[in-house]
């Protein structure tokens, strides 16, 4: 079955430092990817996209992710974090050969001042 | 500017009332999805449509009706079968099925 693991349900780091949110898929082919970012109370927004060619992938933010096939993985990073970065994050996969995009359940960051 | 929107913002439920949540969008889009959120669980897919008059079942359809009349609108039902409705509730919509999905600000049900 189709499945994404964000295996980080909380991670904290110190405002200034870098950071790095782990996403594992499975699926059969050829997938696509994509992080979205939560502030408590509203709705999604999307931080970045994959679906072909350079695995490193740039978004908005200062965001950046990097797809690796071999480990089945689509992690984000970002060099600084700002206490602006506070939020929950969501991993997303799809398939071209499906409908529906699967989100992992979510990786929440709090920001050390 | 383009967007979705979401009302009401907090909806409350009397036990076996029936109650529907809206969602606009004036993206243009083909296709719309429902969401329901919980604390630790994710995003779970209720419905979705890629045409008007045409939907599709997600993963927890049970207790839940919508319809696409418009385009530019997927109102979604939580019936009184829906016996835990307490949730955030997420619209989106996409350009298609494969495209990134934007996303209104969420409706937020609860009990009486």
């Known amino acids: 079955a189709q499945s994404v693991t964000q295996p980080d349900i909380h991670i904290t780091v110190s405002e200034g430092a870098s950071l790095e949110l782990r996403c594992n898929y499975s699926?059969?082919?050829?997938?696509?990817l994509f992080w979205y970012v939560q502030s408590p109370g509203q709705g999604l927004q999307l931080l970045l996209k994959y679906f072909s060619g350079d695995t490193l992938v740039q978004g908005i933010k200062g965001f950046e992710a990097e797809f690796k096939r071999s480990q089945s993985s689509f992690n984000l990073r970002k060099p600084s974090v700002h206490w602006s970065d506070a939020a929950e994050y969501f991993c997303?996969?799809?398939?071209?050969?499906?409908?529906?995009?699967?989100f992992g359940k979510g990786t929440r960051l709090h920001i050390l001042p | 500017d383009g967007g979705i929107t979401q009302s009401p913002k907090y909806l409350f439920r009397k036990e076996g009332q029936n109650v529907t949540l809206s969602c606009e969008q004036n993206?243009?889009?083909?296709?719309m999805y429902w969401y329901r959120q919980d604390p630790g669980q994710g995003l779970r897919l209720i419905y979705y449509s890629q045409i008007v008059n045409d939907f599709q079942k997600g993963d927890i359809a049970e207790g839940y009706s919508v319809s696409r009349e418009k385009k530019e609108s997927f109102p979604l039902t939580v019936t009184s079968a829906q016996k835990n409705p307490t949730a955030f509730y997420l619209c989106?919509?996409?350009?298609?099925?494969?495209?990134?999905?934007?996303f209104g600000d969420g409706t937020r049900l609860s009990i009486l």
């Open positions: 699926y059969g082919a050829t997938p696509y």
């Open positions: 989106a919509s996409s350009a298609g099925l494969q495209q990134p999905q934007h």
């Open positions: 997303a996969v799809g398939d071209l050969r499906d409908d529906k995009i699967i």
């Open positions: 993206l243009n889009h083909d296709a």
